[in-house]
């Protein structure tokens, strides 16, 4: 199904044993193996079936397909940048921003921690499953938090993704089980400020 599709499961920038002891090989093993892995096939699979039916001019549950559409693309497309936002870091208080995003952080947020403890915040309240995101308006030129519920509600449209964090309990749940933030105060120090100053810089504005 893999090959035939075009959606991708792509390589982590980095090994499974990498980003220990704050994600363990195994956990990001099968985070990335299994879960991931099977949103790439989802969405691949629905692109055969939608293909079909327009080529045999079948009838089709429009509704439901793209909400699993958009549940399978939404949780393939939030992944590959989860693990591109992330890379093996020393401890997160000397993990700071730097650079165009660090400044746009301070202004919107007036500091760093300020803008580390709503995003902990979000994270931390996302009702069921879903991801805490770092969003930016090229309309109002502000960055914004938001929600996103399973991995496809709650999002304003045409909002670019900056910065994700995973918070399915498949995320952490062999390493922290129930305890949620302790994995996000964990996530703080593998953010890759780097290369969310590259995405950020790298927006149309
Ligand atoms: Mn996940």
């Given at each position: 199904m893999t090959e035939k599709g075009f959606y991708k499961l792509p390589s982590l920038?980095?090994?499974?044993?990498?980003?220990?002891?704050?994600?363990s090989e195994e956990q990001l093993k099968i985070h990335h193996q299994k879960h991931h892995q099977a949103y790439v096939d989802g969405a691949n699979s629905i692109y055969e079936k939608l293909d079909l039916a327009r080529k045999e001019d079948q009838d089709i549950d429009v509704k439901a397909i793209l909400k699993e559409l958009s549940w399978n693309v939404g949780g393939h497309l939030l992944h590959s940048l989860f693990w591109e936002n992330m890379a093996p870091n020393g401890k997160a208080a000397a993990n700071l921003p730097a650079g165009e995003i660090a400044e746009a952080i301070k202004n919107e947020f007036g500091g760093f921690e300020r803008f580390k403890k709503e995003f902990t915040k979000a994270a931390a309240s996302v009702e069921g499953s879903g991801w805490a995101a770092l969003t930016y308006c090229n309309s109002s030129h502000r960055p914004l938090i938001m929600q996103i519920e399973?991995?496809?509600?709650n999002v304003i449209p045409m909002f670019h993704l900056l910065l994700v964090c995973d918070v399915f309990e498949h995320a952490y749940y062999l390493d922290y089980k129930n305890a949620r933030a302790k994995f996000i105060d964990a996530f703080w120090s593998l953010v890759n400020w780097k290369a969310v100053d590259e995405r950020f810089k790298a927006m149309p504005r």
């Amino acid at each position: 199904m893999t090959e035939k599709g075009f959606y991708k499961l792509p390589s982590l920038p980095y090994g499974y044993g990498d980003l220990a002891p704050q994600i363990s090989e195994e956990q990001l093993k099968i985070h990335h193996q299994k879960h991931h892995q099977a949103y790439v096939d989802g969405a691949n699979s629905i692109y055969e079936k939608l293909d079909l039916a327009r080529k045999e001019d079948q009838d089709i549950d429009v509704k439901a397909i793209l909400k699993e559409l958009s549940w399978n693309v939404g949780g393939h497309l939030l992944h590959s940048l989860f693990w591109e936002n992330m890379a093996p870091n020393g401890k997160a208080a000397a993990n700071l921003p730097a650079g165009e995003i660090a400044e746009a952080i301070k202004n919107e947020f007036g500091g760093f921690e300020r803008f580390k403890k709503e995003f902990t915040k979000a994270a931390a309240s996302v009702e069921g499953s879903g991801w805490a995101a770092l969003t930016y308006c090229n309309s109002s030129h502000r960055p914004l938090i938001m929600q996103i519920e399973k991995h496809n509600c709650n999002v304003i449209p045409m909002f670019h993704l900056l910065l994700v964090c995973d918070v399915f309990e498949h995320a952490y749940y062999l390493d922290y089980k129930n305890a949620r933030a302790k994995f996000i105060d964990a996530f703080w120090s593998l953010v890759n400020w780097k290369a969310v100053d590259e995405r950020f810089k790298a927006m149309p504005r």
